[in-house]
């Protein structure tokens, strides 16, 4: 029997392996076989995007306070792999442009980019510059829990494929998605468990769904049981080796298939098209 294979997303890199949303994680997924690599992007004090999740650099880093109060300089010169373990020290907190030149040597794997928090024009424009800047047009897809932000891709950046983060199934969110334009919505394990039909009604719409963060076969099995066995198009997790070690194990299976029309991250075709200030829907 031929089922779909969804594809492999590591989650801020090979994060169970190397610090998260670091140079080592993302080198590790890479080397994994990956689809792509996942990372979250805040902007600093001075507009530069800094690789890391938290709005602030305390969990990860050897320093402290807000992302969003710290200069570039600071914020990139901070530890980021000391509080992981002490082979990691030395590690810091990387660029966009640092991580697009560790996938630059790995054309299989792809870049799903997350939005942390509100993000004005001038600052996607940013974004989208280092993006066209190392060729990465056709191979990154912008993704937020924010609609606004969404919009804003929308809007400075429509060449790139976008993508709505969700916690939960909110009313209208079908709506939302046509309206932000994006290709894809993607839902945690808990919402597509919680809302068995979510993931028919998405794919349905024209849309992709790549679930987060699935670490193990319980989860897993959730996933590609979606959509009355046609599973999700992408999962998203910290363990994208044994991810793979047990995709394989369920028999001849069909390749991820890039999306038709606007890029992104490889995914299965399917029939339906694409669909021709607001909170945030959940953290990642």
């Known amino acids: 029997m031929t089922v779909a ?44 995007g800094a690789v890391i999740h938290d709005e602030t650099v305390d969990a990860t880093t050897d320093g402290t306070g807000k992302v969003a109060a710290l200069t570039s300089a600071e914020v990139l010169a901070l530890d980021a792999g000391a509080r992981f373990a002490p082979a990691f020290a030395g590690q810091r907190v990387p660029t966009l442009d640092d991580v697009l030149g560790v996938l630059a040597r790995h054309p299989e794997t792809d870049l799903l980019l997350e939005l942390k928090g509100s993000w004005a024009a001038g600052q996607v424009e940013q974004v989208a510059a280092t993006v066209a800047a190392r060729g990465f047009d056709e191979r990154v897809l912008v993704q937020s829990f924010w609609p606004g932000t ?24 079908l709506r939302l998605c046509e309206r932000l334009r994006v290709v894809t919505c993607n839902p945690s394990v808990a919402t597509v468990a919680g ?3 979510l993931v028919s009604r998405l794919h349905a719409a024209g849309l992709r769904v790549m679930a987060w963060t699935a670490n193990d076969p319980a989860a897993w099995t959730t996933l590609v049981a979606a959509d009355g066995g046609a599973g999700v198009d992408a999962v998203i997790t910290d363990r994208p080796e044994r991810l793979a070690g047990w995709l394989a194990g369920r028999g001849k299976q069909a390749p991820a298939a890039p999306v ?24 990642a």
Request: net charge positive.
């Open 5 to 48: 294979r969804p594809a492999v997303i590591a989650h801020r890199g090979y994060s169970a392996v190397a610090p998260q949303n670091t140079l080592a994680a993302i080198e590790a997924a890479c080397r994994a076989g990956v689809d792509a690599v996942e990372i979250d992007l805040q902007p600093t004090a001075d507009g530069v």
């Open 150 to 173: 969404v919009a804003t891709v929308r809007d400075v950046a429509p060449h790139l494929p976008g993508g709505l983060l969700v916690s939960f199934d909110p009313p209208g969110l």
């Open 195 to 197: 809302s068995p039909r």
């Open 260 to 283: 038709a029309g606007r890029g992104g991250i490889p995914l299965r075709r399917r029939v339906a098209a694409a669909p021709a200030r607001h909170p945030a829907l959940g953290r």
